[in-house]
């Protein structure tokens, strides 16, 4: 295989629309994922990046028996999957899709919200049943807020955590943001955030929204100490990666009534198993991982994924990098 971009996957179904976006002059191919070593290594001699199809692993060994390799690209935000480390150590870059997915998660991320505080689950259920409203007025009426007004606690405001604050500008929420990195300062002063300590966020809003990266730093930062500092009225929102949140420690806040309400839209294990208790809670809304579901997002992931490749291919340096520690 000769080809300088290869699309690594178990099948070549998303090929042509790869094949369709990237720029002339750069030749892609698929190569089946489910190869042997000795086949792969082979057929990847003279690539110079992958475009990953979906969070799959590439082996560091494979990745040290390909000479010219220098680029392997995700069309997702998350890289967590890849070991950053040991790729960089054999001159290996590691790219996300661009934020790609930043709107779609971000309007997923305001619905959670909005999902949470009207109970529409119960509703959608309810109605479903032939049963209506059922007692979903009497039982959850204490629950049932406006988004308006809130306090919204942003954890991370990144290019999907600062789309979620422009985009609550419109419910009149009041922002507060923490974030280890300091986002531009007109960014911030446009979106009239105000940046606090990760304990006042906790303390004080209404609504904490999750918006990092899964790495050593944010594996479980939400845990039982975080629960404990929340309003008994919060709603956690986690659209990001299961395993920042302590799943474990959830469960026992909505036990022990530490917080209102969760929508979540990733959990520690996916698909998470029958007998979760967070399945069968009321006030817990639960997607499948597919906040980043939607056409849109689908087509820029891709058409940036193409282009980012298609640069390392033609001797350029690949644009956003993951770090090991991101």
């Known amino acids: 295989m000769n080809d300088q971009v290869v699309f690594w996957a178990p099948d070549d179904s998303g090929l042509q629309v790869l094949k369709d976006a990237i720029p002339e002059g750069v030749e892609i191919d698929w190569l089946n994922s489910s190869a042997s070593m000795e086949e792969s290594a082979e057929a990847l001699q003279n690539t110079k990046a992958i ?15 390909c000479p ?19 790729l960089g150590e054999l001159g290996i870059k590691v790219s996300n899709n661009g934020g790609g997915n930043a709107v779609a998660v971000a309007e997923h991320t305001i619905a959670l919200m909005i999902g949470v505080y009207r109970k ?20 959850w009426f204490s629950q049932a807020h406006e988004l308006t007004g809130k306090t919204v606690g942003i954890i991370g405001v990144g290019r999907i955590g600062s789309r979620v604050a422009k985009r609550l500008q419109g419910w009149e929420c009041e922002l507060i943001y923490h974030d280890i990195v300091d986002p531009d300062s007109e960014l911030v002063n446009d979106l009239c955030m105000k940046k606090v300590e990760l304990d006042e966020l906790l303390a004080t809003s209404d609504i904490i929204t999750l918006h990092v990266p899964l790495n050593r730093k944010t594996r479980g930062m939400i845990s039982d100490r975080e629960f404990d500092l929340m309003k008994p009225t919060a709603v956690l929102i986690n659209a990001c990666r299961g395993p ?26 996916e698909p998470t198993p029958e007998d979760n208790p967070l399945i069968d809670m009321d006030n817990v809304l639960i997607t499948p991982h597919l906040a980043a579901f939607t056409q849109e997002a689908s087509e820029k992931s891709r058409a940036f994924a193409t282009y980012n490749t298609a640069k390392v291919a033609n001797g350029g340096e690949p644009e956003s990098v993951v770090l090991p520690d991101d």
Not at 69 to 84: F, V
């Open 51 to 65: 475009i990953l199809g979906g969070a799959l692993v590439f082996d560091l060994e494979l990745a040290a028996k």
């Open 68 to 86: 010219e390799l220098r680029l392997i690209q995700t069309t997702s935000a998350g890289t967590n999957q890849l070991d950053k480390v040991g």
């Open 120 to 139: 529409l689950q119960l509703q959608f259920k309810s109605v479903q049943e032939g049963k209506w409203m059922s007692n979903i007025r009497a039982d």
């Open 244 to 269: 920042v949140v302590d799943e474990d420690a959830l469960i026992r806040a909505f036990e022990q009534d530490k917080i209102m309400g969760a929508g979540v839209d990733v959990l520690e294990i």
